[in-house]
């Protein structure tokens, strides 16, 4: 049985999986793959320090869940407990368009085994069948191959090239089989 605020935090589970909300006591699990200038080669910001994500990163995700309802979760291993990466659906604004984008990005000792896809593919169910979104997409830089095969294995595919932060990337997107239109 889970604490009573594990289970508040919780937004959906998968069978390896559960996607919870972040909180202060993630700092270290954070600063596992945050700070890891391998995992972070292609983000925006680069590797992490503990204070940067102490004082920028949690902020910035405490404030779109409760702005947006949505935002990065942590993605904890059922077997153990123990947070390896993040997951989550954030609203991005692309080409003047608000969309709203899966992302992911795990401990760099558990890639290789699906843990990825099977989140991506829970945030995927959680947005369409939870949060009512009618598309959603992932923004991938070109040579982010792995990223690019997290994307297609979840039901993205290639829809067009954009300008993201001034960075040349290629947009993936899927639309809700129910509810969206192309
Ligand atoms: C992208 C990332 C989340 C994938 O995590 P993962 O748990 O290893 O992903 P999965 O195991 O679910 O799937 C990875 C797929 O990419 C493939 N892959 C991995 N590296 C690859 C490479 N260099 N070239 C081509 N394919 C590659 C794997 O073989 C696997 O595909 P398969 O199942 O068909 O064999 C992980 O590599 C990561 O954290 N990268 C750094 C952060 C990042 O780039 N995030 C995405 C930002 S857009």
Redesign the pocket.
């Known amino acids: 049985m889970l604490p009573n605020t594990v289970q508040q935090s919780i937004v959906c589970q998968t069978s390896r999986l559960i996607l919870r909300k972040f909180n202060e006591s993630d700092l270290d699990s954070l600063l596992g ?1 945050r700070g890891d200038p ?6 925006v910001t680069g590797p992490e320090t503990r204070e940067d994500i102490q004082t920028k990163y949690l902020p910035s995700c405490l404030r779109r869940y409760f702005r947006d309802g949505l935002g990065q979760w942590a993605v904890v291993r059922k077997s153990d407990g123990l947070c390896i ?1 993040e997951c989550g659906i954030c609203a991005q604004d692309v080409d003047g368009e608000r969309e709203f984008e899966i ?4 401990r ?1 000792d ?9 989140a991506a593919r829970g945030c995927c169910d959680y947005g369409f069948n939870k949060a009512g979104l009618r598309r959603l997409i ?4 070109f040579q ?7 994307a297609e ?1 979840m039901g993205m595919t290639l829809e067009k090239r954009a300008s993201f932060h001034g960075i040349h990337v290629l947009i993936y997107s899927v639309v809700n089989a129910v509810t969206g239109t192309a």
């Open positions: 793959f391998e995992v972070m080669h292609f983000s990466g992302s992911y990005r795990m760099r558990c890639w290789g085994n699906g843990l990825a896809t099977e992932s923004i991938i830089e982010n191959a792995a990223s690019i095969r997290v294995k």
